[in-house]
């Protein structure tokens, strides 16, 4: 089955929206309750993590975020998320994690990289 890409701004949206109908629920359902809290606890931080610091830089931190901010799933959700991000964990490759190394503003960190 392809994987369809999904736009940026489309998850964003979709993740507003989700927000805002929680918020106008009176007795919102358990997986409503759980999504918002994954969006919340997952991510939120790691869009804004993103926005504040976009530097290539950056990335493996960020995915490193991601990852650690979703380990409070269940293991059933968590194995979905997962998936997810090894299918998108470019960050994750050795020459993508020295890319931090040699940005480094500490000499001999940069000499190490």
Same mark, same amino acid.
């Not at 918020?23 to 009176?26: G, H, Y």
């Given at each position: 089955m392809p994987r369809h890409r999904i736009p940026p701004g489309t998850r964003l949206t979709t993740a507003i929206r989700v927000l805002r109908y929680y918020? +106008?629920? &009176?007795k919102p359902s +358990?997986?409503?309750c759980q999504l918002t809290e994954f969006i919340m606890r997952a991510y939120a931080p790691t869009w804004f993590g993103i926005k &504040? +610091?976009?530097s290539i830089a950056e990335g493996a931190k960020?995915?490193?975020g991601v990852i650690e901010n979703s380990?409070?799933?269940p293991e059933q959700l968590r194995k979905i998320?997962?998936?997810v991000i090894r299918h998108n964990a470019s960050f994750a490759h050795p020459e993508n994690l020295l890319v931090p190394v040699v940005c480094d503003f500490n000499p001999e960190t940069r000499a190490l990289g």
């Open positions: 918020m +106008a629920e &009176s +358990a997986k409503l &504040s +610091a976009p960020h995915l490193w380990r409070y799933l998320v997962d998936e």
